[in-house]
T-cell receptor, first 113, second 114 residues
Framework: GESVGLHLPTLSVQEGDNSIINCAYS??????FIWYKQESGKGPQFIID?????DKRQGQRVTVLLNKTVKHLSLQIAATQPGDSAVYFC????????????FGKGTHLIIQP | DARVTQTPRHKVTEMGQEVTMRCQPI?????VFWYRQTMMQGLELLAY????????DSGMPKDRFSAEMPDATLATLKIQPSEPRDSAVYFC????????????FGQGTRLTVV
């Protein structure tokens, strides 16, 4: 069936460097995408979202890029900090944000001091 | 500080027992989701409600799982009878069900069925 998947299960970066987490999706009907951050023992926490009519959206230290041609989503985190260490999930839905999300498997981001 | 509240945080039960997990969505949110997280399957949508009406429960094993919203402040997920393969973290999330209103997740209920 259609799914959302991640290329790398673990990503290790130096503190202060930029990190890029990638995600591939296969549902061409997806129209809304969200990145979540999950710390150990906690629920997923919203980071940033993007609609399918956009290809880039920026937040505070984070940028999401969407390439609908190749069904690819990425999360860029600038100047990583120790608090950025977590598992990052991409999620998609085809209901305009109103329906349940399909999550990727997650990427574990490790920030090296 | 508005948040989704789930109880219990941890539950250990014997196979065959009934388990009920509870969720208090954020006041004013009209959409409530139940997700299950395991190492093997990741985060999976089980069911969701809008304005207390079930919209989709296709992700939920129908023979043993049931989800309800007795009122706007309470959502429940029940497993009867429980099995070891149900061991997982169950998350409840609530939202407003339209663009740019992300689902807010609770802390989860970690269920262990022995």
């Amino acid at each position: 069936g259609e799914s959302v998947g991640l290329h790398l299960p673990t990503l290790s970066v130096q503190e202060g460097d930029n990190s890029i987490i990638n995600c591939a999706y296969s549902n061409s009907a997806s129209d809304y995408f969200i990145w979540y951050k999950q710390e150990s023992g906690k629920g997923p926490q919203f980071i940033i979202d993007i609609r399918s009519n956009m290809d880039k959206r920026q937040g505070q230290r984070v940028t999401v890029l969407l390439n609908k041609t190749v069904k690819h989503l990425s999360l860029q985190i600038a100047a990583t900090q120790p608090g950025d260490s977590a598992v990052y999930f991409c999620a998609e839905t085809s209901g305009g944000g109103a329906d349940g999300l399909t999550f990727g498997k997650g990427t574990h981001l490790i920030i090296q001091p | 500080d508005a948040r989704v509240t789930q109880t219990p945080r941890h539950k250990v039960t014997e196979m065959g027992q009934e388990v009920t997990m509870r969720c208090q969505p954020i006041l004013g949110h009209n959409t409530v989701f139940w997700y299950r997280q395991t190492m093997m399957q990741g985060l999976e949508l089980l069911a969701y409600f809008r304005n207390r009406a079930p919209l989709d429960d296709s992700g939920m094993p129908k023979d043993r799982f049931s989800a309800e919203m007795p009122d706007a402040t309470l959502a429940t997920l029940k497993i009867q009878p429980s099995e070891p393969r149900d061991s997982a973290v169950y998350f409840c999330a609530s939202g407003l069900g339209h663009w740019n209103t992300e689902a807010f997740f609770g802390q989860g209920t970690r269920l262990t069925v022995v």
